[in-house]
């Protein structure tokens, strides 16, 4: 690299090799190896501007997939929350009324959800406030639905519970429509048959020929199947719950067992004229916590004698 010099040698006249001291030889040899690695650096320095190191180009690449998969990921949140949301207002708006629930109030479907105070340790880059904000929106996702969960969880509650009331709660007439019967006395105060005096009747005589179908009027339990000397004669009280007795009273036969569970249009006895009877006549009763009340209130669905057969069909085949 470094030309050699030549010097004229005076006592020779001749041209010779010139000799450098050991010194400035290490000293040259420094210089050059410095050059030679300044010029490596200087190159990859303008190769890397200009091309990326494949190991560069790899990362790069990989951050622009995770990025597309988290933006992907927002926008299925972004869908679900939407979702979720219709469902909300569904539930509050509809479900909830039906049952005469109060509409769950936003600040409990929002609770929790200030700022991002669980997540600002984390920010750092822009990279991870896209992961930490995709977090935190999970987060609130999952606890909503968790809330809205619930709801629907209350809501099945309370509609197996209207469901049971509904079956429960005396509701048909006690005989068939398509059998023949009339009203003889009805509730309230009236003339006693036997003694002439004011008495309440506490329900209704419905008369009609012996052996006439009596029916349950609701889902119940028998709490009374039994003769009794005296008054009602042969008798049957059901339990349907919720408050509710019914009794049917005067009958010639009866068709169930104390405790027996029955449902609604189940055959349990036959009309007739036991206890203290002027004719045959079925006297039927309906109370609401021991309270008698009117049970032509009670006769809610007004059916066909054809109707009444399909529910009696139902329970009695
Ligand atoms: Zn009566």
Same mark, same amino acid.
């Given at each position: 690299?470094?030309?050699?010099?030549?010097?004229?040698?005076?006592?020779?006249?001749?041209?010779?090799?010139?000799?450098?001291?050991?010194?400035?030889?290490?000293?040259?040899?420094?210089?050059?190896?410095?050059?030679?690695?300044?010029?490596?650096?200087?190159?990859?320095?303008?190769?890397?501007?200009?091309?990326?190191?494949?190991?560069?180009?790899?990362?790069?690449?990989?951050?622009?997939?995770? =990025?597309?998969?988290?933006?992907? &990921?927002? /926008?299925?949140?972004?869908? !679900?929350?939407?979702?979720? *949301?219709? +469902?909300?207002?569904?539930?509050?708006?509809?479900?909830?009324?039906?049952?005469?629930?109060?509409?769950?109030?936003?600040?409990?479907?929002?609770?929790?959800?200030?700022?991002?105070?669980?997540?600002?340790?984390?920010?750092?880059?822009?990279?991870?406030?896209?992961?930490?904000?995709?977090?935190?929106?999970?987060?609130?996702?999952?606890?909503?639905? =968790?809330?809205?969960?619930?709801? &629907?969880? /209350?809501?099945?509650?309370? !509609?197996?519970?209207?469901? *049971?009331? +509904?079956?429960?709660?005396?509701?048909?007439?006690?005989?068939?429509?398509?059998?023949?019967?009339?009203?003889?006395?009805?509730?309230?105060?009236?003339?006693?048959?036997?003694?002439?005096?004011?008495?309440?009747?506490?329900?209704?005589?419905?008369?009609?020929?012996?052996?006439?179908?009596?029916?349950?009027?609701?889902?119940?339990?028998?709490?009374?199947?039994?003769?009794?000397?005296?008054?009602?004669?042969?008798?049957?009280?059901?339990?349907?719950?919720?408050?509710?007795?019914?009794?049917?009273?005067?009958?010639?036969?009866?068709?169930?067992?104390?405790?027996?569970?029955?449902?609604?249009?189940?055959?349990?006895?036959?009309?007739?004229?036991?206890?203290?009877?002027?004719?045959?006549?079925?006297?039927?009763?309906?109370?609401?916590?021991?309270?008698?009340?009117?049970?032509?209130?009670?006769?809610?669905?007004?059916?066909?004698?054809?109707?009444?057969?399909?529910?009696?069909?139902?329970?009695?085949?």
């Amino acid at each position: 690299m470094f030309r050699t010099k030549y010097f004229l040698n005076p006592e020779t006249l001749l041209f010779e090799k010139v000799r450098l001291p050991l010194r400035v030889k290490i000293r040259n040899g420094i210089i050059c190896v410095v050059a030679l690695l300044g010029i490596a650096a200087g190159g990859r320095l303008l190769l890397d501007k200009k091309f990326d190191s494949p190991r560069i180009k790899y990362f790069t690449e990989r951050n622009a997939e995770l =990025r597309g998969t988290y933006e992907q &990921l927002n /926008d299925s949140i972004n869908a !679900a929350e939407m979702l979720l *949301a219709d +469902i909300q207002l569904r539930d509050d708006e509809m479900y909830r009324s039906v049952f005469d629930m109060k509409p769950i109030p936003s600040s409990v479907r929002e609770a929790g959800f200030g700022g991002s105070e669980n997540y600002e340790g984390m920010l750092f880059s822009h990279n991870e406030k896209i992961v930490s904000n995709t977090a935190r929106k999970l987060e609130k996702l999952s606890t909503k639905a =968790r809330i809205q969960s619930k709801s &629907l969880e /209350d809501l099945y509650v309370k !509609a197996r519970e209207q469901q *049971a009331f +509904i079956s429960h709660k005396p509701s048909i007439q006690p005989l068939s429509p398509g059998d023949r019967y009339w009203l003889t006395s009805t509730f309230g105060y009236r003339r006693d048959p036997f003694t002439g005096a004011k008495r309440m009747h506490a329900g209704l005589d419905m008369a009609g020929n012996v052996g006439l179908k009596v029916y349950a009027t609701g889902d119940g339990v028998v709490t009374i199947a039994r003769l009794s000397l005296y008054g009602y004669g042969r008798e049957i009280e059901l339990d349907h719950g919720f408050g509710y007795a019914t009794r049917y009273g005067h009958l010639s036969k009866i068709l169930v067992t104390k405790g027996e569970k029955v449902k609604r249009g189940q055959l349990i006895g036959e009309l007739g004229s036991t206890g203290r009877s002027t004719g045959p006549h079925l006297h039927y009763e309906v109370r609401y916590h021991h309270k008698p009340l009117n049970p032509l209130y009670y006769f809610y669905e007004n059916l066909s004698a054809n109707e009444f057969d399909k529910i009696t069909a139902q329970v009695n085949n």
